[in-house]
T-cell receptor
Framework: QKEVEQNSGPLSVPEGAIASLNCTYS??????FFWYRQYSGKSPELIMS????GDKEDGRFTAQLNKASQYVSLLIRDSQPSDSATYLC????????????FGSGTKLNVKP | DADVTQTPRNRITKTGKRIMLECSQT?????MYWYRQDPGLGLRLIYY???????NKGEISDGYSVSRQAQAKFSLSLESAIPNQTALYFC?????????????FGSGTQLSVL
């Protein structure tokens, strides 16, 4: 079983819509969770981190964490064509602090 | 100038050749990582180092070795390259702060083994 699972997509949404990206993880003891954005041919860049159950908002991005159900989600409001990228979910298991596990990524297409 | 620099950016080599990928950073971070990225498989950890004297295997270390020459330098070697090591390789750093676990990635090295 993979540590971190994501739907590979592609997820297509119209411009201005809400894009919802989901991620599940296997290690129940995991404590920190991240969303990275990766444009084609580029390196990943961190857009959100979340450590506690609930929602965390940063501009158009909201990360949601539910430790009981072992899932993390990322909502992108007012999606723009420039949001078209692959979104990688990453988890840092408590037992091996600072060793990150990545999902395979979800490709998002925002259509003008 | 990039904070995490990888060289070369692209490399084509033949099966059986030894190859080294280099990574240097100016961020002053102790922690450095090597990942490879394959389509559909995401980023997988090859090796990581939490300081100059600390080297640890990741998920997929077979066929690879690393050297941490200094705090700022972490190189990845393929002793005898094989075609299934064709991938995009990323070096990354972090400062290890519990509340700031951000990974900073280099621009990547696209390696092709023929």
């Amino acid at each position: 079983q993979k540590e971190v699972e994501q739907n590979s997509g592609p997820l297509s949404v119209p411009e201005g819509a809400i894009a919802s990206l989901n991620c599940t993880y296997s290690d129940r003891g995991s404590q920190s969770f991240f969303w990275y954005r990766q444009y084609s041919g580029k390196s990943p860049e961190l857009i959100m981190s979340i450590y506690s159950n609930g929602d965390k908002e940063d501009g158009r991005f909201t990360a949601q964490l539910n430790k009981a159900s072992q899932y993390v989600s990322l909502l992108i409001r007012d999606s723009q064509p420039s949001d078209s990228a692959t979104y990688l979910c990453a988890v840092n298991p408590l037992y091996n602090f600072n060793k990150f596990y990545f999902g395979s990524g979800t490709k998002l297409n925002v259509k003008p | 100038d990039a904070d995490v620099t990888q060289t070369p950016r692209n490399r084509i080599t033949k099966t059986g050749k030894r190859i080294m990928l280099e990574c240097s950073q100016t961020k002053g971070h102790d922690r450095m990582y090597w990942y490879r990225q394959d389509p559909g498989l995401g980023l997988r950890l090859i090796y990581y180092s939490f300081d100059v004297k600390d080297i640890n295997k990741g998920e997929i270390s077979d066929g690879y070795s690393v050297s941490r020459q200094a705090q700022a330098k972490f190189s990845l070697s393929l002793e005898s390259a094989i075609p299934n090591q064709t991938a995009l390789y990323f070096c990354a750093t972090s400062d290890g702060t519990p509340t700031n676990e951000k990974l900073f990635f280099g621009s990547g090295t696209q390696l092709s083994v023929l």
